[in-house]
């Protein structure tokens, strides 16, 4: 927790920009009974009964310093896949960045393991060696701000019914396009010094 403390408490930095990356899943749901479009005098109504259509997951990166956020829609949450989105994050979101200081929780794909697992081992050191990682701890994934933008993307976009794969990819980047011309950072206030004040019963007495 003190790790990930310091590390939002750094200055903003372009060549060190600092990167939250979290991800979430999305249920695909198709109607069975067209829904209505609200008309005077009538809200919308959608029936309760729908088909399920499989689902899909969504990796999520945001900048909090920057106001950027991206997020790519894959068919699974595997190594492979979180692999290929940090790639994508190194070469063409931050080719110019020295590293970047990467914020995740600690689930087993978000790791340099996943990109030797996808890729040859000279290519997985070169992404590897641009990742300054720091992880979360246990049950403490709250402190990776990736999550609050997650929120926002749950809310504005995902908490409705979405038919398929090839809509959730338009929506999800229209939502990213719209968010992103916004240039909205994330403001972090939680510190170091509040941690020890208010998570005191975490700290061994001495």
Not at 52 to 80: I, K
Not at 87 to 105: G, H, N, S, Y
Request: glycine residues 2%.
């Amino acid at each position: 927790m003190e790790d990930v403390l310091a590390v939002y408490a750094r200055p903003p930095d372009a060549v060190r920009p600092l990167v939250c990356f979290d991800e979430t899943g999305k249920d695909l749901k198709i109607h069975k009974r067209p829904p209505q479009s609200a008309v005077p005098g009538r809200p919308a109504r959608e029936d309760t009964e729908y088909e399920r259509n499989g689902s899909a997951n969504v990796f999520l990166a945001c900048a909090p310093h920057l106001g950027w956020r991206e997020a790519r829609v894959t068919a699974r949450r595997t190594a492979v896949d979180a692999a290929h989105a940090l790639r994508d994050l190194v070469d063409r979101q931050f080719p110019k960045a020295e590293r970047i200081v990467l914020v995740t929780d600690n689930l087993n794909v978000h790791t340099p393991a996943a990109l030797y697992e996808t890729f040859p081992p000279a290519e997985a050191r070169r992404i590897a060696a641009r990742i300054e990682w720091h992880y979360t701890p246990t049950h403490g994934s709250w402190l990776n701000m990736a999550e609050i933008e997650l929120s926002v993307l749950t809310r504005q976009c995902l908490a409705r019914r979405i038919p398929d794969r090839d809509t959730l990819v338009s929506e999800v980047a229209a939502w990213v396009e719209h968010r992103n011309a916004a240039a909205t950072p994330i403001t972090w206030r939680f510190t170091l010094e509040l941690a020890r004040i208010r998570l005191a019963h975490v700290y061994p007495e001495v």
